[in-house]
C-alpha cells in the first residue's frame, strides 16, 4: 500500500519541486504553466491506461489483459495473475464437471436431472434409451411431454416417491422398467431408471416353478393321504408299530397338503397380474365363522372371546380376508398354552376398520418382530412344526394386507403375549346398507 501511494505520488511531487525551482529562476508563471501542462499529461496517461482497462470489461478475455506502464503495469500484472488463476480453476472444475458426467454415464441405470418444473437439465445414455430422449435436443423439455405413459405421468404427480414405480412394456416391448424419483436440493429430483426385465423373468420362473410343483404334488398327495387313512381305520390292524407308524404318515402327509395348499395361495397372492376382485365383505358375520372355527381348532383349551365393538363393512375381498384373518387367529391359538385368552376384536380406530387378535401366549422377542412376515421364517422350529405350522401364515397374511393398502401391526411381549392388528384404510370402510339409503 506504502509502495502505491510512494509511486502514485512521485511524479507530481518531482513536479511541483521542479515547478518551485523553476519559480526561483524565472518566476510565477512559467513555473504554473509547467506544472499545469505536466499535470495534464499525466492526467491523459491515466486516462489513457483507464480507457484501455474500459474496453477490456467489456469483453474480458484473459489472454489479452492490456500492457501498462508505470502504476498501471503493477495493475494490469495483477489482474493477469487473477485470470490465469481464474482460468485454472474454471479448467479444473470442468475436467472435474466432465469426470462427473463420464462417471454418472457409465451407470448401469438411467439418471435424468429434473428441475424445479420437472424440466430435464441432463441425462445419460440409458436414461435416453429408457425415455426415448435425445440428450442435446430435449434439455429444458417438460419429462411429460416426452414420457407419457399416465402411469409415470401420476406417479410424478402424487409426490409420494417411498416406492418405485414398475412398467412393463412400455417403450420396448420386452423391457421392465422400475423408476425412482429422488428429490434434493431446491426442488429438484433425480429420476433414476432401471432395467429389471431379467430380474422380472427370473422371478416369474421361480414364482411359476413354485406354482407348478406345487400344483402336481397335490394330486399324489390326496392319493397318498387317503390310502394312509384308509389304513389307519382297517379294523384288523393289531401291530402297535404299524398304527403308529401310519398315524405319524397320516400326519405327515396332512401338513404336506396344508404347505402345498398354503404356497398356492402365497402364488395367487403374489401375482402382479391377480388383481384384487373387490365386493362388499361382512366382516362381523365372517368373524362369527372364523370364531365358531377357532373354538373348534382351541378344542376347548383357551378362553376364545369375539369382541364386535364395530358392524362396519369392509370393500375387499372375501376370501382373502378370510385367510388372513383365519392365520392370525390360529396362530394365536397355537402359540398360546393351555388356559390362555385369545381375544378377537373388530373396531373402529380414527375412522380406520381394525381387526385384532390379542392372545396370552408366549409372545415374542423384539428382534424377531421385523423378520416375521417372511416366508418360512420361525422363532421356534420345533414349536412351530409341532402345531402343524407351514412357516406360511404371516406372509399370506402380509400379502393380503398389502393388496388391501392396510397395515400390519404387532406389539407383543415375550411370556406375556401377543396382538397382531390389521389396519384398514378409511377408504375401505363401506356404509352399511340402511346407512346407504337413509
Ligand atoms: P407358522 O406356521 O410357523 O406359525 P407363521 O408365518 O404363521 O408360521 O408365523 C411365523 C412365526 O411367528 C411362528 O413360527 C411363530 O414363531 C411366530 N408367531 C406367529 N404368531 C404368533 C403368536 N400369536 N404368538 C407367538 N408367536 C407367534
Known amino acids: 500500500m506504502f509502495d502505491f501511494w510512494r509511486r502514485a505520488l512521485f511524479f507530481p511531487f518531482a513536479m511541483l519541486l521542479i515547478s518551485l525551482m523553476l519559480w526561483g529562476m524565472a518566476g510565477a508563471l512559467p513555473a504554473v504553466l509547467m506544472f499545469t501542462s505536466a ?6 496517461l491515466h486516462l489513457r491506461q483507464l480507457a484501455a482497462l474500459d474496453r477490456w470489461l467489456e469483453s474480458p478475455d484473459a489472454r489479452k489483459v492490456p500492457d501498462g506502464a508505470g502504476l498501471w503495469e503493477d495493475i ?26 463420464q462417471a454418472t454415464s457409465a451407470l ?5 436431472i429434473l428441475d424445479e418444473a420437472d424440466r430435464i437439465e441432463w441425462c445419460n445414455p440409458i436414461a435416453e434409451q429408457h425415455f426415448g430422449l435425445d440428450g442435446t435436443r430435449d434439455i429444458g423439455q417438460q419429462i411429460t411431454y416426452l414420457a407419457r405413459q399416465p402411469e409415470f405421468v401420476q406417479y410424478l404427480a402424487t409426490k409420494n416417491y417411498s416406492e418405485p414405480l414398475l412398467l412393463r412394456g412400455t417403450r420396448q416391448d420386452s423391457l421392465t422398467l422400475s423408476f425412482k424419483l429422488i428429490p434434493y436440493g431446491d426442488n429438484k429430483k433425480l429420476l433414476i431408471s432401471r432395467d429389471i426385465t ?13 406354482a407348478n410343483v406345487s400344483h402336481e404334488l397335490r394330486t399324489p398327495l390326496t392319493v397318498v393321504n387317503g390310502f394312509v387313512e384308509t389304513l389307519c381305520d382297517m379294523p384288523n390292524l393289531d401291530n402297535d408299530e404299524t398304527r403308529r407308524a401310519l398315524h405319524l404318515m397320516a400326519e405327515q402327509t396332512q401338513r ?6 398354503d404356497l398356492l395361495t402365497l402364488s395367487r397372492l403374489d ?32 378362553g376364545l372371546r369375539l369382541d364386535l365393538e364395530s358392524d362396519c363393512v369392509l370393500l375387499g375381498n372375501a376370501e382373502e380376508l378370510r385367510s388372513a384373518f383365519g392365520n392370525l387367529i390360529s396362530n394365536a391359538i397355537r402359540y398360546t398354552p393351555q388356559g390362555g385368552e385369545i381375544v378377537l376384536r373388530w373396531q373402529e380406530q380414527g375412522g380406520q376398520p381394525v381387526f385384532s387378535v390379542q392372545d396370552s401366549g408366549l409372545g415374542i422377542a423384539p428382534q424377531h418382530i421385523p423378520r416375521l412376515t417372511e416366508r418360512f421364517y420361525r422363532v421356534d422350529h420345533s414349536r412351530s412344526r409341532e402345531t402343524g405350522g407351514t412357516g406360511l401364515g404371516l406372509a399370506i397374511v402380509k400379502h393380503v394386507v398389502s393388496r388391501h393398502q392396510a397395515r400390519l401391526e404387532v406389539a407383543s411381549e415375550e411370556g406375556k403375549g401377543s396382538t397382531f392388528s390389521i389396519v384398514f384404510p378409511a377408504k375401505r370402510r363401506l356404509p352399511l346398507p340402511e346407512q346407504a339409503t337413509t
Open 76 to 101: 494490469f500484472a495483477q489482474l493477469n495473475k487473477m485470470m490465469r488463476l481464474q482460468r485454472k480453476e474454471r479448467e479444473q472444475h470442468t475436467a472435474a464437471l466432465q469426470h462427473m458426467e
Open 39 to 44: 499535470l495534464l499529461l499525466y492526467f491523459i
Open 271 to 302: 401375482n402382479a397380474l391377480n388383481a384384487l376382485q373387490e365386493e362388499t365383505v361382512d366382516v362381523p358375520t365372517l368373524l362369527r365363522t372364523l370364531y365358531q372355527e377357532g373354538q373348534s381348532l382351541s378344542g376347548g383349551r383357551h
Open 256 to 261: 404336506m397338503a396344508r404347505l402345498v395348499d
Open 108 to 112: 448401469p441405470e438411467g439418471v435424468v
Open 198 to 210: 431379467r430380474f422380472e423373468r427370473i422371478e416369474t420362473m421361480r414364482r411359476d416353478f413354485v
